[in-house]
Protein backbone atom coordinates (compact mmCIF):
# COMPACT_ATOMS: atom_id res chain seq x y z
CA UNK A 1 0.00 0.00 0.00
CA UNK A 2 3.31 2.29 0.59
CA UNK A 3 4.07 1.79 -2.98
CA UNK A 4 0.74 2.46 -4.18
CA UNK A 5 0.66 5.67 -1.82
CA UNK A 6 3.86 7.15 -3.22
CA UNK A 7 3.14 6.55 -6.93
CA UNK A 8 -0.35 8.49 -6.04
CA UNK A 9 1.57 11.10 -4.27
CA UNK A 10 3.60 11.69 -7.45
CA UNK A 11 0.86 11.63 -9.43
CA UNK A 12 -0.68 14.03 -7.73
CA UNK A 13 2.57 16.40 -7.25
CA UNK A 14 3.25 16.54 -10.62
CA UNK A 15 -0.44 17.48 -11.16
CA UNK A 16 -0.30 20.21 -8.53
CA UNK A 17 2.95 21.55 -10.40
CA UNK A 18 0.64 22.14 -13.91
CA UNK A 19 -1.83 23.36 -11.57
CA UNK A 20 -5.33 21.13 -12.87
CA UNK A 21 -8.05 22.66 -12.06
CA UNK A 22 -11.94 22.82 -13.15
CA UNK A 23 -11.02 24.53 -16.32
CA UNK A 24 -8.27 25.57 -18.33
CA UNK A 25 -6.53 28.89 -20.46
CA UNK A 26 -6.69 27.57 -24.69
CA UNK A 27 -3.05 28.91 -24.46
CA UNK A 28 -0.43 27.34 -27.23
CA UNK A 29 1.66 24.92 -26.30
CA UNK A 30 4.58 23.68 -28.94
CA UNK A 31 3.07 20.43 -28.46
CA UNK A 32 -0.36 21.63 -29.52
CA UNK A 33 -2.44 20.46 -32.64
CA UNK A 34 -3.76 23.21 -34.14
CA UNK A 35 -6.87 23.39 -37.38
CA UNK A 36 -5.01 25.33 -39.70
CA UNK A 37 -7.75 27.06 -40.84
CA UNK A 38 -9.33 28.35 -37.89
CA UNK A 39 -8.18 30.22 -34.66
CA UNK A 40 -8.66 29.36 -31.05
CA UNK A 41 -11.52 30.76 -29.89
CA UNK A 42 -12.59 30.38 -25.48
CA UNK A 43 -14.41 27.74 -25.06
CA UNK A 44 -16.21 27.81 -22.14
CA UNK A 45 -17.00 31.87 -22.30
CA UNK A 46 -15.51 32.06 -18.94
CA UNK A 47 -11.68 31.55 -19.24
CA UNK A 48 -9.60 32.24 -15.64
CA UNK A 49 -5.99 31.95 -15.69
CA UNK A 50 -4.65 30.09 -12.72
CA UNK A 51 -1.31 32.37 -12.77
CA UNK A 52 -2.38 34.29 -9.48
CA UNK A 53 -3.49 31.26 -7.39
CA UNK A 54 0.27 29.76 -8.62
CA UNK A 55 1.95 32.31 -7.08
CA UNK A 56 -0.38 31.85 -3.56
CA UNK A 57 0.54 28.25 -3.01
CA UNK A 58 2.99 28.14 -0.72
CA UNK A 59 1.47 24.92 1.10
CA UNK A 60 4.02 22.05 1.15
CA UNK A 61 0.68 19.85 1.39
CA UNK A 62 -0.36 18.81 -1.67
CA UNK A 63 -3.61 16.52 -2.22
CA UNK A 64 -3.60 12.56 -2.16
CA UNK A 65 -6.33 9.81 -2.73
CA UNK A 66 -6.77 6.77 -0.99
CA UNK A 67 -9.40 4.26 -1.18
CA UNK A 68 -12.00 6.80 -2.79
CA UNK A 69 -11.50 9.28 -0.05
CA UNK A 70 -8.57 12.54 -0.26
CA UNK A 71 -6.60 13.83 2.27
CA UNK A 72 -2.98 15.72 2.27
CA UNK A 73 0.63 14.71 2.02
CA UNK A 74 3.78 16.74 2.18
CA UNK A 75 5.99 16.67 -0.32
CA UNK A 76 7.87 13.40 1.15
CA UNK A 77 4.88 11.68 1.03
CA UNK A 78 4.03 11.37 4.70
CA UNK A 79 0.38 11.88 4.99
CA UNK A 80 -0.40 14.95 7.46
CA UNK A 81 -4.09 15.06 6.92
CA UNK A 82 -5.65 11.38 6.96
CA UNK A 83 -7.86 10.67 3.74
CA UNK A 84 -11.43 11.51 4.34
CA UNK A 85 -12.79 13.98 1.95
CA UNK A 86 -15.02 13.06 -1.20
CA UNK A 87 -12.86 15.76 -2.88
CA UNK A 88 -9.71 17.56 -2.12
CA UNK A 89 -7.97 20.92 -3.73
CA UNK A 90 -4.28 22.45 -3.41
CA UNK A 91 -4.24 24.57 -0.74
CA UNK A 92 -4.17 28.78 -1.65
CA UNK A 93 -3.87 31.64 0.86
CA UNK A 94 -3.10 28.59 3.91
CA UNK A 95 -6.61 26.62 3.52
CA UNK A 96 -7.41 23.63 0.97
CA UNK A 97 -11.06 23.39 -0.49
CA UNK A 98 -12.60 20.10 0.48
CA UNK A 99 -15.93 18.18 -0.19
CA UNK A 100 -17.71 16.05 1.92
CA UNK A 101 -21.26 14.52 0.02
CA UNK A 102 -21.85 17.46 -1.75
CA UNK A 103 -20.86 20.61 -0.06
CA UNK A 104 -17.72 22.08 0.10
CA UNK A 105 -15.70 23.70 3.02
CA UNK A 106 -12.07 24.32 3.52
CA UNK A 107 -9.73 23.41 5.83
CA UNK A 108 -6.25 24.20 7.16
CA UNK A 109 -2.99 22.77 7.13
CA UNK A 110 -3.15 20.90 10.56
CA UNK A 111 -6.56 19.11 9.31
CA UNK A 112 -8.58 21.49 11.05
CA UNK A 113 -12.09 22.39 9.52
CA UNK A 114 -11.74 26.14 9.41
CA UNK A 115 -14.68 27.30 7.41
CA UNK A 116 -17.40 24.22 7.82
CA UNK A 117 -18.82 22.30 4.54
CA UNK A 118 -22.36 23.95 3.73
CA UNK A 119 -21.66 25.75 0.21
CA UNK A 120 -23.04 24.11 -2.86
CA UNK A 121 -19.78 24.81 -4.87
CA UNK A 122 -16.53 26.72 -4.05
CA UNK A 123 -13.32 27.75 -5.71
CA UNK A 124 -9.87 27.68 -4.43
CA UNK A 125 -8.84 31.46 -2.57
CA UNK A 126 -7.08 33.79 -4.36
CA UNK A 127 -5.89 37.08 -2.84
CA UNK A 128 -7.49 36.14 0.10
CA UNK A 129 -10.99 35.76 -0.90
CA UNK A 130 -12.79 32.63 -2.78
CA UNK A 131 -16.13 32.29 -4.77
CA UNK A 132 -18.73 30.00 -3.28
CA UNK A 133 -22.64 29.15 -4.34
CA UNK A 134 -25.19 29.14 -1.98
CA UNK A 135 -28.63 28.32 -3.55
CA UNK A 136 -27.58 28.79 -7.43
CA UNK A 137 -25.96 32.03 -6.81
CA UNK A 138 -22.01 32.70 -6.59
CA UNK A 139 -20.69 35.19 -4.17
CA UNK A 140 -17.36 35.72 -2.07
CA UNK A 141 -15.98 34.73 0.93
CA UNK A 142 -12.78 36.04 3.47
CA UNK A 143 -10.33 33.59 4.86
CA UNK A 144 -12.38 34.21 7.92
CA UNK A 145 -15.84 32.23 6.13
CA UNK A 146 -17.33 35.40 6.38
CA UNK A 147 -19.85 37.04 3.14
CA UNK A 148 -17.99 39.66 2.04
CA UNK A 149 -19.92 39.66 -1.66
CA UNK A 150 -23.28 38.17 -0.86
CA UNK A 151 -24.20 35.84 -3.11
CA UNK A 152 -26.14 37.23 -6.25
CA UNK A 153 -24.12 36.27 -9.67
CA UNK A 154 -25.06 33.31 -11.77
CA UNK A 155 -21.25 32.49 -11.39
CA UNK A 156 -17.66 33.99 -10.02
CA UNK A 157 -14.66 33.07 -10.76
CA UNK A 158 -10.93 33.77 -8.90
CA UNK A 159 -10.01 37.24 -8.05
CA UNK A 160 -7.24 38.55 -10.10
CA UNK A 161 -5.02 41.91 -9.61
CA UNK A 162 -7.91 42.99 -7.26
CA UNK A 163 -10.76 42.41 -9.03
CA UNK A 164 -13.24 39.22 -9.88
CA UNK A 165 -14.73 37.74 -12.67
CA UNK A 166 -18.58 37.28 -12.91
CA UNK A 167 -21.43 36.50 -14.55
CA UNK A 168 -24.92 36.88 -14.81
CA UNK A 169 -27.89 35.53 -16.96
CA UNK A 170 -30.05 37.61 -19.35
CA UNK A 171 -32.83 37.05 -21.86
CA UNK A 172 -32.67 33.50 -23.57
CA UNK A 173 -31.58 32.98 -27.10
CA UNK A 174 -32.06 30.73 -29.70
CA UNK A 175 -28.21 28.52 -30.79
CA UNK A 176 -28.17 27.77 -34.36
CA UNK A 177 -27.33 24.30 -33.76
CA UNK A 178 -30.79 23.24 -32.83
CA UNK A 179 -33.78 25.71 -34.00
CA UNK A 180 -35.67 24.65 -30.57
CA UNK A 181 -32.73 25.69 -28.19
CA UNK A 182 -33.08 28.00 -25.40
CA UNK A 183 -30.69 29.19 -23.50
CA UNK A 184 -29.65 32.07 -20.88
CA UNK A 185 -27.14 34.66 -22.66
CA UNK A 186 -24.81 35.40 -20.22
CA UNK A 187 -22.64 38.82 -19.67
CA UNK A 188 -19.32 38.80 -17.86
CA UNK A 189 -17.84 41.72 -15.93
CA UNK A 190 -15.68 42.82 -12.90
CA UNK A 191 -16.20 43.66 -9.23
CA UNK A 192 -14.22 44.96 -6.41
CA UNK A 193 -12.71 43.05 -3.09
CA UNK A 194 -16.69 44.99 -1.73
CA UNK A 195 -18.99 43.41 -4.76
CA UNK A 196 -18.87 46.97 -6.38
CA UNK A 197 -19.00 46.69 -9.89
CA UNK A 198 -15.84 48.10 -11.78
CA UNK A 199 -16.27 47.19 -15.30
CA UNK A 200 -20.01 46.79 -16.43
CA UNK A 201 -21.72 42.88 -16.63
CA UNK A 202 -21.79 43.34 -20.69
CA UNK A 203 -19.24 40.76 -21.78
CA UNK A 204 -20.09 37.95 -23.96
CA UNK A 205 -16.18 36.07 -22.98
CA UNK A 206 -13.99 36.83 -19.77
CA UNK A 207 -10.62 36.44 -18.65
CA UNK A 208 -8.75 37.33 -15.46
CA UNK A 209 -6.11 40.22 -15.81
CA UNK A 210 -2.59 39.73 -15.54
CA UNK A 211 -0.01 42.55 -15.89
CA UNK A 212 -2.73 45.04 -15.07
CA UNK A 213 -4.30 43.41 -18.78
CA UNK A 214 -7.12 41.56 -20.23
CA UNK A 215 -8.04 40.14 -23.31
CA UNK A 216 -11.51 40.95 -24.80
CA UNK A 217 -13.55 40.14 -28.00
CA UNK A 218 -15.21 42.42 -29.80
CA UNK A 219 -17.49 42.26 -32.92
CA UNK A 220 -18.38 38.83 -32.62
CA UNK A 221 -20.82 37.17 -35.04
CA UNK A 222 -22.53 33.65 -33.23
CA UNK A 223 -23.20 31.93 -36.70
CA UNK A 224 -19.96 32.74 -37.95
CA UNK A 225 -17.69 30.47 -36.16
CA UNK A 226 -14.40 32.68 -34.77
CA UNK A 227 -15.62 35.30 -35.97
CA UNK A 228 -14.27 37.80 -32.82
CA UNK A 229 -11.78 39.50 -32.26
CA UNK A 230 -8.99 39.85 -29.61
CA UNK A 231 -7.56 42.84 -27.60
CA UNK A 232 -6.78 43.79 -24.51
CA UNK A 233 -8.55 46.55 -21.73
CA UNK A 234 -7.42 47.82 -18.64
CA UNK A 235 -8.17 47.83 -15.18
CA UNK A 236 -10.69 50.73 -15.82
CA UNK A 237 -12.55 48.85 -18.84
CA UNK A 238 -10.99 51.35 -20.86
CA UNK A 239 -9.36 49.11 -24.17
CA UNK A 240 -5.84 50.27 -24.44
CA UNK A 241 -5.18 47.45 -27.51
CA UNK A 242 -7.97 47.79 -30.20
CA UNK A 243 -9.09 44.25 -31.11
CA UNK A 244 -7.46 42.68 -34.33
CA UNK A 245 -6.43 39.51 -33.26
CA UNK A 246 -7.44 35.98 -33.91
CA UNK A 247 -6.25 34.90 -30.59
CA UNK A 248 -4.04 35.92 -27.30
CA UNK A 249 -2.90 35.16 -24.49
CA UNK A 250 -2.53 36.73 -20.95
CA UNK A 251 0.69 38.84 -21.15
CA UNK A 252 3.39 37.02 -19.32
CA UNK A 253 7.13 38.81 -18.41
CA UNK A 254 5.80 42.02 -20.49
CA UNK A 255 5.08 40.41 -23.65
CA UNK A 256 1.57 38.62 -25.28
CA UNK A 257 1.38 35.70 -27.59
CA UNK A 258 -1.00 36.59 -29.97
CA UNK A 259 -2.05 34.95 -33.58
CA UNK A 260 -2.89 36.63 -36.92
CA UNK A 261 -3.95 34.61 -39.98
CA UNK A 262 -3.09 31.78 -38.10
CA UNK A 263 0.38 33.27 -37.06
CA UNK A 264 2.13 33.37 -33.74
CA UNK A 265 4.10 36.56 -32.58
CA UNK A 266 4.30 38.58 -29.46
CA UNK A 267 3.75 42.12 -28.44
CA UNK A 268 4.63 44.48 -25.63
CA UNK A 269 2.15 46.37 -23.34
CA UNK A 270 1.76 48.84 -25.63
CA UNK A 271 0.37 47.08 -28.70
CA UNK A 272 3.51 46.54 -30.76
CA UNK A 273 4.79 43.79 -32.06
CA UNK A 274 8.36 42.85 -30.41
CA UNK A 275 8.11 39.64 -32.20
CA UNK A 276 6.39 39.28 -35.37
CA UNK A 277 4.04 36.90 -36.52
CA UNK A 278 6.33 33.80 -37.88
CA UNK A 279 5.29 31.03 -35.86
CA UNK A 280 2.85 28.03 -36.38
CA UNK A 281 2.96 27.20 -32.54
CA UNK A 282 4.23 29.25 -29.61
CA UNK A 283 3.53 29.55 -25.96
CA UNK A 284 3.64 32.29 -23.29
CA UNK A 285 6.95 33.57 -21.65
CA UNK A 286 8.47 31.70 -18.70
CA UNK A 287 11.76 32.41 -16.93
CA UNK A 288 12.79 34.26 -20.18
CA UNK A 289 11.91 31.70 -23.00
CA UNK A 290 9.20 30.74 -24.27
CA UNK A 291 8.32 27.40 -26.86
CA UNK A 292 7.70 27.52 -30.25
CA UNK A 293 7.27 25.68 -33.41
CA UNK A 294 8.14 26.94 -36.92
CA UNK A 295 7.60 24.50 -39.69
CA UNK A 296 10.04 21.50 -39.07
CA UNK A 297 11.96 23.61 -36.14
CA UNK A 298 10.88 23.19 -32.88
CA UNK A 299 12.56 24.62 -29.20
CA UNK A 300 12.49 27.91 -27.11
CA UNK A 301 13.05 31.58 -28.26
CA UNK A 302 14.51 34.50 -25.66
CA UNK A 303 12.32 38.04 -26.22
CA UNK A 304 14.65 39.16 -29.04
CA UNK A 305 12.51 35.81 -30.86
CA UNK A 306 15.94 34.16 -31.36
CA UNK A 307 16.16 30.47 -30.76
CA UNK A 308 18.40 29.66 -27.66
CA UNK A 309 20.77 26.62 -27.82
CA UNK A 310 20.26 24.59 -24.72
CA UNK A 311 18.08 26.23 -22.92
CA UNK A 312 18.16 24.04 -19.88
CA UNK A 313 21.81 24.37 -19.35
CA UNK A 314 22.80 26.34 -16.43
CA UNK A 315 23.95 29.73 -17.17
Known sequence: MKSNLNKIFLLTLLAACFSIISYKLPVAKASDTHNTTHESKPNPSVVPTDRNSN????????????????GYADRTGKIVIPPQFDEARKFSDGLGMVRINNKYGYVAETGKLVIPVKFDDALEFSEGLAAVKVNDKWGYIDRTGNVVVPPQFDEAKHFSEGLGLVGLDGKTASHSHSANSKEPTRKYGYVDRTGKVVIPINLAHAFTFSEGLVQVIIDENPNIPNSGKYGYMDRKGK?????????????????????????????????????????????????????????????????????????????
Not at 252 to 278: C, H, M, W
Open 55 to 70: NQNNSALVPIQENEKY
Open 239 to 315: IVIAPQFGCADPFSEGLARVSINNKNGYIDRTGKFVIPPQFDVAASFSGGLAEVRLGDKSGYIDKTGKFVENPNQPK
